[in-house]
């Protein structure tokens, strides 16, 4: 069974930092780009980036760039946010999403974590 | 970046309705459209990949059509588990949502 779990959410002051983390079980974690998507409370989803199987592309939205770094750990089977420089409008549920890439069919994000809450505030 | 907009951004309907979602994309996205379905405190749900095919496990009331720059989601019959709300996505260039369509009970 596919699993993906969040963790390292929790409450920030603003200008802050804190690190993400995803654990991955069930499938072949190193051969699939991952994904961080976010969620305002009572908003809709966002994509906050990108990183693919190797590492070699990583991909952001230009509402984190600069201050948000994806990386991951094949060996460890993990997938990392850090965040910095933390805004009240970050505040939210991160989601972990495995990509999935139909080639043709383009790509769809098929099996997601539960999420963990970051809340950016003084 | 591709924006995309759904429409409506909320409606509502009986069960054994039919319903139908729209999503635009402010340029062109071939077929690289997916459309996931959200309940409240839920992780959202891949219903449907590359504009129309239906992903394993998803019920045939649910279809997708479109390519280019207009899609469709359509529920066939409504049904109680159906209330929810549903986003399209784009992978055309990275990745862009749509703002959502959430569907109530009438």
């Known amino acids: 069974e596919v699993q993906l779990v969040e963790s390292g959410g929790g409450l920030v002051k603003p200008g802050g930092s804190l690190r993400l983390s995803c654990a991955v079980s069930?499938?072949?974690?190193?051969?699939?780009?991952m994904n961080w998507v976010r969620q305002a409370p009572g908003k809709g989803l966002e994509w906050v980036s990108s990183?693919?199987?190797?590492?070699?592309?990583?991909y952001y939205a230009d509402s984190v760039k600069g201050r948000f770094t994806i990386s991951r750990d094949n060996a460890r089977k993990s997938l990392y946010l850090q965040m910095n420089s933390l805004r009240a409008e970050d505040t939210a549920m991160y989601y972990c999403?495995?990509?999935?890439?139909?080639?043709?069919?383009?790509?769809?994000?098929?099996?997601w974590g539960q999420g963990t809450l970051v809340t950016v505030s003084s | 970046d591709i924006q995309m907009t759904q429409s409506p951004s909320s409606l509502s309907a009986s069960v054994g309705d039919r319903v139908t979602i729209t999503c635009r994309a402010s340029?062109?996205?071939?077929?690289?459209l997916c459309w996931y379905q959200q309940k409240p405190g839920k992780a959202p749900k891949l219903l449907i990949y590359?504009?129309?095919i239906l992903e394993s496990g998803v019920p045939s009331r649910f279809s997708g059509s479109g390519s280019g720059t207009d899609f469709t989601l359509t529920i066939s019959s409504l049904q109680p588990e159906d209330f929810a709300t549903y986003y399209c996505?784009?992978?055309?260039?990275?990745?862009?949502f749509g703002q959502g369509t959430r569907v109530e009970i009438k």
């Open positions: 069930g499938f072949t974690f190193s051969r699939y780009t």
């Open positions: 999403a495995r990509d999935l890439d139909y080639g043709d069919y383009g790509e769809n994000f098929d099996s």
């Open positions: 340029q062109y996205i071939n077929n690289y």
């Open positions: 990183i693919s199987d190797s590492s070699t592309y990583m």
């Open positions: 996505q784009q992978s055309y260039t990275t990745w862009t």
């Open positions: 590359a504009a129309s």
